[in-house]
């Protein structure tokens, strides 16, 4: 069962950039990976995903601002994000699924949390 860490949160101020890392226990390149994020008093969304051949896809909240990456050989994957907002203020999760459709994400990392301070 592969296991995910997420590292690079912090706090941050508004405009500025973080680097987010999501390295699993075991080999990712069969898996869909997601990016998902959760705000104090709201409900999980989705972030991004990237796919096993590196296509990616985003939500408008985020889109021209964050990019995802892998690597791997590395068994990481990483979230690129630029001009940050406060409304970005969330803990950030990496999640990953087999490609199939419909299927669900069921590998979750602990999660980091991003500050954005105004």
């Known amino acids: 069962q592969v296991q995910l860490v997420e590292s690079g949160g912090g706090l941050v101020q508004a405009g500025g950039s973080l680097r987010l890392s999501c390295t699993a226990s075991g080999r990712i390149f069969s898996y869909v990976m997601g990016w998902f994020r959760q705000a104090p008093g709201k409900e999980r969304e989705f972030v991004g995903l990237?796919?096993?051949?590196?296509?990616?896809y985003y939500a408008d909240s985020v889109k021209g601002r964050f990019t995802i990456s892998r690597d791997n050989a590395k068994n990481t994957v990483y979230l690129q994000m630029n001009s940050l907002k406060p409304e970005d203020t969330a803990v950030y999760y990496c999640?990953?699924?087999?490609?199939?459709?419909?299927?669900?994400?069921?590998?979750w990392g602990q999660g980091t949390q991003v500050t954005v301070s105004s």
């Open positions: 990237i796919s096993r051949n590196s296509n990616t």
């Open positions: 999640a990953a699924k087999i490609d199939y459709p419909n299927a669900p994400y069921d590998r």
